[in-house]
């Protein structure tokens, strides 16, 4: 994982940047291991909000988050098309579910600033830096830090196998 106040010091990366509720932000490519279309969500009960459901992707039970609720924006597409990043969060595929998908782009060391003070606290602790790019600016998010221990225990505990589960 990526400190802080390691930025500066990074030589380059390559990032996919999308957008949710019409902020860019972005996610190191290494981290993403496909981008798709969702297809049919199936809803889970008693879930956390964050949660919109499952998919199944190719024979796998992938859970899908709606990044915007878990950010606290809403999203601007309808959920038939929502785009999805699936990514590997301490060992468990989660799809993470954005309005668009716009580039990848690289980004030098020299041109992510570590993020404000201002917004240390929680939702510091998943932002990795904030990147100068030719468009503006894209928050680069650290995947891995989004959910807490707690919420990844849930979501192993709501999500987790249910392809190997039988429901009755």
Not at 28 to 42: A, F, G, N, R, S
């Amino acid at each position: 994982m990526l400190k802080k106040n390691e930025t500066s010091k990074m030589s380059s990366m390559q990032v996919v940047n999308f957008k949710v509720g019409g902020e860019e932000y972005g996610i190191e490519i290494l981290k993403v291991q496909e981008i798709l279309k969702l297809p049919k969500i199936t809803k889970l009960p008693k879930s956390a909000d964050y949660i919109i459901g499952i998919i199944d992707l190719r024979g796998q039970v992938i859970p899908i988050i709606d990044l915007g609720k878990r950010f606290g924006i809403k999203i601007n597409v309808k959920e038939s098309d929502l785009r999805a990043i699936v990514v590997d969060i301490n060992g468990k595929k989660v799809g993470l579910a954005i309005d668009s998908v716009s580039h990848v782009v690289r980004v030098e060391g020299k041109d992510i600033e570590p993020p404000p003070p201002i917004v240390k606290g929680i939702s510091g602790r998943y932002i990795i830096g904030i990147a100068k790019i030719d468009s503006g600016f894209v928050v680069i998010l650290d995947i891995t830090q989004i959910f807490s221990v707690e919420e990844l225990m849930h979501l192993n505990k709501n999500v987790g196998n249910k392809d190997k589960d039988t429901i009755q």
